[in-house]
């Protein structure tokens, strides 16, 4: 079936570099992406999102790029912090509106001194 | 609250027996859903409220599994003869609702289920 997912389970960068975190996502119908942190022992924490209609979407530290024509999302970090570590995952709705999300399997950033 | 509240933060239960989760969601928040999310993986949806009524529970698993939300806010998940393979951490989130587009979902931290 279609789902969303992603091509590295951990990325390590060192503290200060930027850090880009990828998933590919094969349902058309989506129109909707979310990216979320999930500390251990916390729900998953809304970082920033994206329409399709959109290509880019800049929040504060992070960047959010969306590549339809071969379904790639991308998630930029810039000057990356401790407190940055976390375990990150993409989401889309199927285009189903306010419907249930369909999460990615995570990419786990570990941040290097 | 300020957010999204998930009660109890852990249950510990033996096989077989029946469990009530609980969601307090974002208040104006008319959307509710549940997720389950097992050790390394990401949250699977469950079932989606809008108000008081399931808009879709396709996620839902099995019989076993039961959602209720009879006002509109509070939610509760039910259990019926848990098995081992229910442990897991079952995950709350809350959206305005409008319904249009794909809308923002805030979460809680989740109840650790262990099923034993």
């Known amino acids: 079936g279609e789902s969303v997912g992603l091509h590295l389970p951990t990325l390590s960068v060192q503290e200060g570099d930027n850090s880009i975190i990828n998933c590919a996502y094969s349902?058309?119908?989506?129109?909707?992406f979310i990216w979320y942190k999930q500390e251990s022992g916390k729900g998953p924490q809304f970082i920033i999102d994206?329409?399709?209609?959109?290509d880019k979407r800049q929040g504060q530290r992070v960047t959010v790029l969306l590549n339809k024509t071969v379904k790639h999302l991308s998630l930029q970090i810039a000057a990356t912090q401790p407190g940055d570590s976390a375990v990150y995952f993409c989401?889309?709705?199927?285009?189903?509106?306010?419907?249930?999300?369909?999460f990615g399997k995570g990419t786990h950033l570990i941040i290097q001194p | 609250g300020a957010g999204v509240s998930q009660t109890p933060s852990n249950k510990v239960t033996e096989k077989g027996k029946y469990v009530e989760l609980r969601c307090d969601p974002i208040?104006?928040?008319?959307?509710l859903y549940w997720y389950r999310q097992s050790l390394g993986q990401g949250p699977e949806f469950l079932i989606y409220?809008?108000?008081?009524?399931?808009?879709?529970d396709s996620g839902l698993p099995n019989d076993r599994f039961f959602a209720v939300r009879p006002e509109g806010s509070v939610s509760t998940l039910k259990i019926q003869r848990t098995e081992r393979g229910d442990s897991a951490v079952y995950l709350c989130?809350?959206?305005?609702?409008?319904?249009?587009?794909?809308?923002?979902?805030?979460f809680g931290p989740g109840t650790r289920l262990l099923v034993l």
């Open positions: 409220f809008q108000g008081t009524g399931a808009a879709d």
């Open positions: 208040s104006g928040h008319t959307a």
């Open positions: 989130a809350s959206s305005l609702g409008q319904g249009v587009m794909g809308e923002t979902q805030y």
């Open positions: 989401a889309e709705n199927g285009g189903g509106g306010a419907d249930g999300l369909t």
């Open positions: 994206i329409r399709s209609n959109m």
């Open positions: 349902n058309s119908a989506s129109d909707y």
